[in-house]
C-alpha cells in the first residue's frame, strides 16, 4: 500500500522542524513542541488537519508578536519544501488575516519553495480587490513560483480547496491575471494558466471559446495553452472548439473490425482493436473511446478516454488498447451490463455492449 502524504510528517520530521526553529529562536522548547505535535489526537487526523495542527502549535510554542513570529517561520521555511511545508502558508492563513502586508511578504517567501495557492484565498474572500492587485504585481514577478502563485491562488475550482463563488459566477478579475500571463515561457505558469481556463470553462463555456478564438496560434505557447485549457469541452464535444482545433465532423472514415471481449472478469482487462479507414487520407482526427460503467443503482456512467489526437496521412489505422476493471478506490465495478463506444472528432461512431462477469 502507498505511503500516505499525511505520513511524511514523522517524528524525525518534527524533530528537525524543532532544531531549525530552536536556532532561530533560543526560548524554543523543542522537545515540548514535539510532544504537542503528536498528542493523542494525532493518528485521526487527516493531512490538512495536520498542517493546521502543526500551523497552531507554532502559534503556541513561538510567543511572539506576528511579524516576529515570520522573521522566525521564514528563515526556518528555507529548510523545507513541497507540500509538507505548507503548513507555514496555514499559519500565515490563520493568524494573518488582519496583518495584510507582512502576511503578503511571507507568502511570497513561502510559495517559492511550496506553494501559497490554498492560503491566498481567505485573503481574497477578506479583500478581493486588495489581494487581486497584490497578485497582478505577483504577476510580473522573475520568479516562476510567484508568477505561478498568482494565476493558481484566484482559480475558481482549485482542488482541495475551497471554491471561490464569486469568481465561479463572474471571473473577469481572473482573466486580468490570465492576460498578464498568458504570454509565460514557464511551463509551471502555463499549465496554471491553462487548469484556470479550464475551471472557468466549466461555468462559462462561451468565455474559454472566446479565448481560444482570440490566441490560437499567436505563439506555440499559447497554442498549449488554448489546447490543454479545453479539454474538459473536447471530452464533451463542443462541436466549436473541435472546429477551432481542426477536428471537424467526419464523413469520409469509417470504423470497421471492432473486436472485443464480451465477457471480463472483475479484476482483468478489456482488449479490443479496431480500424479507421477511409479511401483517401485519413487526415486530423481526434479518437477516444467510452466505457459506459455500471453503476450500483443499476444507471450508467461513461467515462472517456484519449486514444490520439493527430494528423494521419494513410488511409488505414489500426488501434489496440486494453482497459483495466481492477477495483480501485476511486473506482468500483459491477457485475452487469456495460458499454464500448469509439468516439472521433466529438462524434460516437460505434457502440457495442459487454458484460463484467
Not at 464480451?262 to 482526427?285: D, H, M, Q, Y
Request: charged share 30%; aromatic share 12%.
Amino acid at each position: 500500500m502507498a505511503k500516505l502524504l499525511k505520513d511524511n510528517y514523522t517524528r524525525e520530521y518534527i524533530e528537525n522542524l524543532s532544531c531549525k526553529i530552536q536556532h532561530c529562536f533560543t526560548a524554543f522548547d523543542k522537545e515540548n513542541f514535539v510532544d504537542y505535535i503528536f498528542d493523542k489526537t494525532w493518528q485521526e487526523l487527516e493531512l490538512k488537519a495536520r498542517m493546521r495542527h502543526i500551523a497552531c502549535s507554532l502559534n503556541l510554542f513561538i510567543p511572539l508578536s506576528y511579524p516576529q513570529q515570520l522573521d522566525i517561520l521564514k528563515a526556518v521555511s528555507k529548510d523545507f519544501v513541497s507540500f509538507e511545508a505548507m503548513f507555514f502558508q496555514d499559519f500565515v492563513e490563520v493568524f494573518g488575516l488582519d496583518d495584510f502586508e507582512n502576511s503578503m511578504q511571507a507568502l511570497e517567501v513561502f510559495t517559492i519553495d511550496s506553494s501559497s495557492e490554498f492560503a491566498i484565498r481567505q485573503f481574497i474572500l477578506k479583500d478581493e480587490e486588495k489581494t487581486m492587485k497584490q497578485m497582478q504585481t505577483w504577476a510580473y514577478s522573475k520568479n516562476e513560483q510567484i508568477r505561478r502563485l498568482a494565476s493558481e491562488g484566484c482559480r475558481p475550482r482549485l482542488p482541495w480547496a475551497m471554491a471561490l463563488n464569486r469568481f465561479k459566477k463572474e471571473p473577469s478579475k481572473v482573466f486580468e491575471i490570465i492576460e498578464i500571463l498568458k504570454n509565460d515561457k514557464s511551463k509551471y505558469v502555463m499549465k496554471s494558466i491553462a487548469n484556470n481556463l479550464n475551471d472557468i470553462s466549466k461555468d462559462h463555456p462561451k468565455l474559454l471559446i472566446n479565448f481560444v478564438k482570440n490566441n490560437l496560434g499567436s505563439s506555440k505557447e499559447l497554442d498549449w495553452i488554448c489546447k490543454h485549457a479545453s479539454r474538459t469541452l473536447l471530452k464533451q464535444g463542443d462541436k466549436t472548439l473541435l472546429a477551432l482545433f481542426g477536428f471537424h465532423k467526419v464523413t469520409h472514415l469509417n470504423v470497421t473490425h471492432l473486436k472485443y471481449d464480451k465477457k471480463v472478469k472483475i479484476g482483468t482487462a478489456l482488449t479490443f482493436s479496431f480500424n479507421i479507414e477511409t479511401k483517401e487520407e485519413i487526415g486530423k482526427v481526434r479518437v477516444e473511446y467510452a466505457i459506459d460503467y455500471l453503476k450500483s443503482n443499476n444507471t450508467h456512467n461513461k467515462k472517456l478516454f484519449m486514444i490520439t489526437q493527430n494528423e494521419i496521412k494513410s488511409s488505414l489505422k489500426t488501434f489496440c488498447k486494453k482497459q483495466s476493471f481492477k477495483d480501485m478506490s476511486v473506482r468500483k465495478h459491477y457485475l452487469g451490463k456495460h458499454y464500448l463506444s469509439i468516439i472521433i472528432n466529438g462524434e460516437e461512431k460505434i457502440k457495442r455492449e459487454f458484460f463484467i462477469v
